[in-house]
């Protein structure tokens, strides 16, 4: 299973973004997909992730002003990131976690892009 994210750039503070990552492959099912980023010099957090039922979990430094959502049939993933911060700036990572048609597990990671909101 392999994911492509886009739609990183750069954008003023209080401006707005939408990521997508779309998964392609060996998919049976996904389970659940998520966002992370990683600012420089910081781990990898999680930003938001969501399950195939529709629930979400949100970090709380983005609750309120970033969504998530996802389309089966598409296989992908949206993060649609609104009044942007200087703190949001880093690479965002998309990842997903299910079972491909052997019924094996996985969890894929996305290549990362690029997120940089200016002060």
């Known amino acids: 299973v392999q994911l492509q994210a886009s739609g990183g750039g750069l954008v003023q503070a209080g401006g707005s973004l939408r990521l997508s990552c779309a998964a392609s492959?060996?998919?049976?099912?996904?389970?659940?997909m998520g966002w992370y980023r990683q600012a420089p010099g910081k781990e990898r957090e999680l930003v938001a992730d969501i399950t195939s039922g529709g629930s979400t979990n949100y970090a709380d430094s983005v609750k309120g002003r970033f969504t998530i959502s996802r389309d089966d049939g598409k296989n992908t993933v949206y993060l649609q990131m609104n009044g942007l911060k200087f703190e949001d700036t880093g690479v965002y990572y998309c990842?997903?976690?299910?079972?491909?048609?052997?019924?094996?597990?996985?969890?894929?990671w996305g290549q990362g892009t690029q997120v940089t909101v200016s002060s």
């Open positions: 990842k997903a976690e299910g079972r491909n048609s052997r019924a094996d597990q996985y969890t894929t």
């Open positions: 492959g060996n998919i049976y099912s996904i389970n659940i």
